[in-house]
């Protein structure tokens, strides 16, 4: 073989992970980009590097020092966690009832769940700020921190419902009749069996939920009112001076998502492996 | 072992059926396996099998019909109420739980204090001591059947049934658990019943054999039996391999009726012979055959059939496979062991004539 | 030598008895599982759609801006689809190129993760979604700085003397690579769950055959990935022609504005403009699931549902 000839060996060998490293980067880019001027010493808003006096760790210092940013980061994780919690809750039965039940309308049952999907953020949006400004205001639902709430478990609804049904789905179903040959009543076998098995998948959707209504912006902007979520923060104050504060925080949000998943993965792989 | 509980009845099968939408599984199956006893359901995918089998654990509710052990019916009853245990087609090991605890799984359930300690004991038994604190998918193919096994096994059940328990593995780890299997029902002394599409592997550990075809048992009793006297056409090729020929009943001669069918005129034992009258399926199992260059005579009549012409010779070493077409009688296969010094040296095209022992000829329905 | 074939051995194929169906039959059980979620979707997704119906329909009070009278107004359409059309074509036009090339990115990415990463897969995986974490606005803001006229993309494209205009934010440009950017990991994510599930030895027997990686590629391994390039392809489509924030953040002032921003607009910023958002609203839902369904039909499958 030539060396050019094994050069384009080599090339086609790793030409998929080449570009797949390529296109990793490019995803990170911008993470880079919020974590480079998160030491930005700017004049009025974060947005062009002033060599002046950076880099500086003065933001990293004072992360709440902007009015009502902490505030909107808080609102995001308690918008989330309930979000999260009751989607979940929701969502992993419906997709018991879908996956193992046959009953009268499953089908529209299944289209029901998927449309929101389908449907473009802006118009749910739209569409529910007009229920709860023309439709439910003249009862005294004001726009706030439960019409976020409520919006964020609508749509997570649907994606935890699609992560429980692959799991179920794919859950041999003669391990649950082991479990009943084994002496186990229709209880034990859901708790023991049942339920471990589709337990990563519920685990997942609650990732997925968490982090979907963490950074949706689009919905939240149309049903929040007054109230203010971390990207909203972040939205509006680009239009006035974005402080290099939300980068921290943008930043930091990254790093401890990263590392929460690792661990967890790091636990999960001690659990699998020989005791 | 001690603390396993003898079988305490026969498993009882009365007119069971079991139909589906559109089609029957099992058509009106009546059988019964003596307590004790290594039984094997014999039979083609879509014959029944699992589903019988799948009625006795509680995971089948029959259409109409009755399931017994002993005295006690247990038709309707849940899984989780019969003293049944069953080792799954891929195993069906919990991949949540540890080996201990996929064994412990059963005793624990019945809330038995020393599950741990029962589930050890019966780890010891298959050899899996050493592997009780990893997960099944960290086990071998063989290791997991065995754990599968065990798990059934912890529970002392009166039946315990296998659903195509070594199809799974290759050729000789499945002669190993053949082996193994044996072993420990014989140490054990449960029922056990076996459900394969491996002829060869029910004829090796079953005492009795029932060969099911369409729902219905076609022939059951233990495996020399069957395979030396087949009652069925299905039977006669599904055991082995059979060279049958359609004829009628044409004559009697003391304790033999004459058979008449292709031109011949073949004798064959009246106790073995479905019919006494009428058609019936003249039978011979290839390895009962001969072969030869010539005429083999009057000596042989009733005994013979030929002349034919040689299709195929097949060396197998220990054996040669011979392939005859005779007119009128399709074709014959013959399956000699290379005992003789001076081999019958044939080639394909030669003229030849096969000849058997008249007691190992046999009749089937038709 | 058929009948020899049968000596000593079993007859061929194996005992297929198909998995026992767990479905179990209706039941209160089935009812009081779905209540609550179904419940929740009625009031929250499908009675919001109602009422965005009846507005789409509503009048303006005359003199009495930002008061509405319930009527049955079609012509709120016609008002809407005049004057958005461009509008509509540049969403569709960007959210198509958006998706195209978040496929031509997300194949090669889906590939290695699923049968070149071994054990590189999970942290791979973690790449795909960790950026989610920094909220999507702020990334796309860092875009407007990578993309902006002092950054380096337009410094090196302009050294070069390629670049017409001289910049990229404020044209389609910036505001197809930010639609493409932040819907890229749902394209990655289902083309590889799709082939993780396929058999790697399918595509190297597909090697064998066709020797040529293009051709394996194209009749091998790019069918048996379709379900997950049908759904990521939906789900990078309609979040992507609904979206306003990419053509704020990266786009001009008119010339690159998309339907969301009319919706948005019209929502928060036109005083009475709530019917003619509404019917904006309507119009994209209608488009984009026909525009689905249509999809669907064509190259479909049922797993979506």
């Known amino acids: ?275 | ?366 | 030598m058929s009948a020899l074939a049968h000596i000593g051995g079993s007859p061929s194929g194996t005992s297929t008895t198909a998995a026992p169906e767990p479905t179990k039959r209706g039941g209160m059980a089935a009812y009081l599982l779905l209540l609550p979620g179904l419940i929740w979707l009625l009031v929250f997704f499908v009675a919001p759609l109602v009422q965005l119906a009846t507005v789409s329909l509503q009048s303006q009070f005359p003199g009495y801006p930002g008061y509405y009278y319930r009527n049955v107004d079609f012509g709120n359409y016609g008002r809407a689809i005049v004057e958005y059309w461009p509008h509509f074509v540049r969403s569709l036009l960007f959210a198509g190129l958006a998706t195209f090339f978040a496929f031509v990115l997300a194949y090669p990415l889906a590939y290695a993760m699923a049968f070149k990463a071994g054990k590189w897969r999970g942290v791979m995986m973690i790449c795909v979604i960790a950026p989610f974490f920094t909220s999507f606005i702020l990334r796309t803001i860092a875009w407007r700085q990578i993309l902006s006229d002092e950054g380096p993309v337009v410094s090196v494209l302009n050294f070069l003397h390629v670049l017409p205009g001289g910049h990229i934010t404020e044209t389609w440009v910036a505001v197809v690579a930010g639609l493409t950017y932040n819907f890229l990991p749902f394209m990655v994510l289902p083309i590889y769950a799709s082939l993780e599930r396929a058999d790697p030895k399918i595509i190297e027997a597909g090697g064998d055959l066709y020797a040529n990686g293009f051709t394996t590629f194209r009749t091998v391994t790019l069918p048996m990935s379709m379900p997950g390039v049908l759904a990521g392809t939906l789900l990078t489509f309609i979040p992507a022609a609904g979206d306003y924030v990419n053509a704020e953040l990266l786009g001009s002032d008119i010339s690159t504005k998309m339907v969301g921003n009319g919706i948005e607009s019209q929502f928060f910023k036109v005083l009475g403009g709530y019917p003619i958002a509404a019917a904006l609203s309507f119009t994209l839902m209608a488009v984009i699931l026909a525009l689905v369904f249509l999809y669907v039909r064509r190259y479909g499958t049922e797993e979506l549902l």
């Open chain 1, 1 to 275: 073989m030539s060396t050019g000839q094994r050069l384009k060996f080599w090339f086609a060998e790793r030409f998929a992970m080449i570009v797949a490293l390529l296109v990793l980067f490019y995803l990170f880019l911008p993470v880079l980009y919020t974590f480079v001027f998160s030491f930005n010493n700017y004049k009025k808003s974060n947005i062009s590097w002033n060599p002046e006096g950076s880099p500086t760790l003065e933001h990293w210092q004072n992360p709440c020092g902007p009015p009502g940013l902490c505030e909107s980061l808080g609102t995001s994780i308690k918008v989330g966690g309930i979000a999260t919690l009751v989607a979940t809750v929701l969502g992993t039965m419906l997709a018991f009832a879908l996956v193992r039940h046959r009953f009268k309308g499953r089908g529209a049952g299944n289209i029901l769940v998927f449309i929101p999907m389908a449907t473009p953020e802006i118009v749910l949006g739209a569409s529910l700020l007009t229920l709860f400004v023309q439709g439910f205001g003249q009862y005294g639902l004001k726009l706030g921190f439960w019409t976020i709430v409520f919006a964020h478990i609508m749509f997570c609804i649907s994606f935890v419902v699609v992560t429980v049904k692959a799991r179920l789905q794919s859950l041999d179903p003669r391990l649950e009749e082991a479990a009943q040959d084994l002496y186990a009543g229709p209880g034990s076998t859901f708790w023991r069996v049942t339920f471990p098995l589709v337990l990563p998948g519920i685990v997942s959707a609650a990732l997925l939920s968490f982090s979907l209504s963490f950074d949706d912006f689009i919905i939240t902007n149309f049903v929040s009112g007054d109230t203010s979520t971390f990207p909203k923060f972040v939205y509006v104050s680009y239009l006035r001076g974005i402080p290099a504060q939300a980068n921290v925080i943008g930043f930091s949000m990254f790093v401890i998502a990263v590392l929460l998943v690792v661990v967890g993965q790091v636990i999960g792989s001690r659990r699998r492996s020989p005791a």
């Open chain 2, 1 to 366: 072992m001690a603390e396993f509980r003898a079988a305490k009845g026969d498993l009882v099968l009365e007119n069971v059926t079991k139909s589906f939408t559109n089609f029957t599984a099992v058509d009106d199956l009546s059988m019964t396996v003596p307590r004790g006893a290594f039984f094997a359901l014999l039979g083609p995918s879509g014959c029944g099998k699992t589903t019988t089998l799948r009625m006795v654990a509680g995971l089948e509710q029959p259409t109409s019909g009755r399931v017994l052990i002993g005295d006690t019916d247990l038709t309707g009853s849940r899984p989780y109420e019969r003293p049944v245990n069953t080792v799954f087609q891929s195993y069906a090991l919990f991949p949540h739980l540890t080996v201990r605890d996929n064994v412990a799984f059963g005793p624990k359930r019945r809330g038995a204090k020393d599950a741990q300690a029962q589930a050890d004991a019966t780890l010891a038994l298959v050899q899996l001591t050493h592997l009780a604190g990893r997960k099944p998918t960290q086990l071998s193919g063989g290791q997991q059947q065995r754990v599968a096994v065990a798990r059934a096994l912890v529970n002392h059940p009166e039946v315990l049934l296998l659903d195509e328990p070594l199809g799974a593995l290759d050729l000789k780890l499945r002669r190993e658990m053949q082996v193994e299997l044996k072993r420990i029902q014989t140490e054990v002394g449960l029922t056990f019943v076996h459900v394969t599409h491996d002829q060869e592997e029910a004829m090796t550990m079953a005492d009795t054999v029932a060969v099911m075809n369409l729902g219905k048992i076609e022939q059951m009793g233990a495996p020399e039996v069957l395979y030396d006297l087949p009652r069925t056409k299905f039977v006669a090729n599904f055991l082995g391999q059979s060279n049958l020929l359609s004829g009628h009943v044409d004559d009697t001669d003391g304790e033999h009726i004459i058979v008449s069918a292709a031109h011949h005129k073949l004798r064959l034992r009246k106790s073995r012979a479905a019919a006494g009258s009428g058609d019936i399926a003249f039978g011979v199992r290839p390895e009962k055959t001969r072969i030869h260059n010539t005429d083999p005579g009057a000596s042989a009549a009733g005994n013979s059939i030929g002349p034919g012409t040689l299709l195929d010779v097949s060396f197998t070493g220990v054996a040669t496979q011979y392939l005859v077409d005779v007119p009128d009688a399709g074709r014959w296969a013959v399956y000699e062991q290379n005992l003789d010094l001076d081999r019958i040296d044939s080639r394909p095209g030669d003229t030849v004539w096969i000849s058997w022992d008249p007691g190992h000829a046999f009749g089937v329905r038709p």
